[in-house]
């Protein structure tokens, strides 16, 4: 294997996937890249078996000395690489002894290597069930949904994310038993009726990271994504560095192929937990309350983050908390308020991570001091999030 290459393409193929690379070791090849050549394209992977991400870098003519494939340390090869100069033209090439030799000037740097033929490939989805949306359609899916996943939980399954279709309209919901975010979007191209699958964490947070990346490397051009769902893996192709100008849009530099292995269980039915009885309506000024609930959580207990809402008078709110060393703090809040008196608390930081997503007025619809509050900004019906009262 022998490969010329310009460190500016390299570093960003690397950087797309080298999240996916893992580094618990549970298996030492999986902390290695893998590297496959060939005349047209340069192919780097990498894997923890819960998520693949597969980069496809097209190569200017000549750049190919001679093909082959390797896998090289993934942290060493890329501080390796980023510490080059961005303009610098690099040499990697396979040695007789099998190490990994990269050269530039005066520079050269030989890494140990393992196998490509060692190196476990996740897998494709089979009978997958294909569903076709814009890159900013699925990027609010995940960006309004994604802080409800639980991080660590014995009922695994809330440690991802469901990503149900029906009726037409796809809707990602998250939730950690506390709280819960729900998003949709209709009008889906996809070729069935129903479909329900639980994306892990990692590979949710993965695929809003590249999302992310495509918007800022192509902020004008809204791509079509596919989503390929089977019963064990969903996979997704996402090219990036697209021309803005260019009439053919379907060929980029680098094309990234992710593919995650889902969640094998049951998510519990996110219906029943939307409160629908509410007799009492609070309308918010979003900036205003996240402010003030940022000002007065400064003095809340570390442990249990409480804030009590005293809703009484129809145009104002006092929010206060205190924590055991007897400090205090509380704040009014002009609002408009539909309702009979009462407090009920909250965890703050549930509260702002909401607000956090939200703009403008939103609404937040109670019933009693004990039961889950659901929020809602004005005029927006396709995101609900739910949050279950604390005793403070």
Known sequence: MQLII?????????????????????????????????????????????????????????????????????????????????????????????????????????????????????????????????????????????????????????????????????????TDGHRLALARAANMQTSAETLSAILPRKAVLELQRLLGEMRRSSPNVDNAITLNIGREFVQVMLPFGQSEEAADNTRAPVVVTFTARLIDGKFPDYRRVLPTNTDKVARFDQEALANILRRVSVLSNEKLRGVVFEFGDSERVRIRTSNAEHDEASAVLPIRYQGAPMEISFNVAYLLDVLNVLQGDIDMHMQQANGSVLIRQVNDSQHDYVIMPMRI
């Open 6 to 174: 310009s460190q500016a393409m390299l570093m960003y193929a690397v950087n797309l996937i080298f999240k996916a690379a893992d580094k618990r070791n549970s298996l030492a090849i999986l902390a290695n890249l893998k590297l496959v050549l060939s005349p047209e394209r340069l192919t780097l992977l990498a894997s923890d078996l819960e998520v693949e991400l597969q980069a496809e870098v097209a190569l200017p003519a000549g750049a190919c000395q001679q093909a082959g494939q390797i896998t090289v340390p993934a942290n060493k090869f890329k501080e390796i690489i980023k510490l080059l100069p961005e303009d610098a033209q690099v040499s990697i090439d396979v040695t007789d002894n099998k190490q990994c030799q990269i050269v530039f000037a005066d520079s050269q740097f030989r890494l140990n290597t393992l196998p490509a033929e060692d190196f476990p490939l996740i897998g494709v989805p089979e009978a997958a069930t294909s569903v076709v949306l814009s890159r900013e359609t699925l990027l609010d899916l995940l960006d309004k949904t994604h802080f409800a996943m639980a991080i660590q939980d014995a009922r695994y399954y809330l440690t991802g994310m469901l990503v149900e279709l029906k009726d037409g309209a796809l809707t990602a919901v998250a």
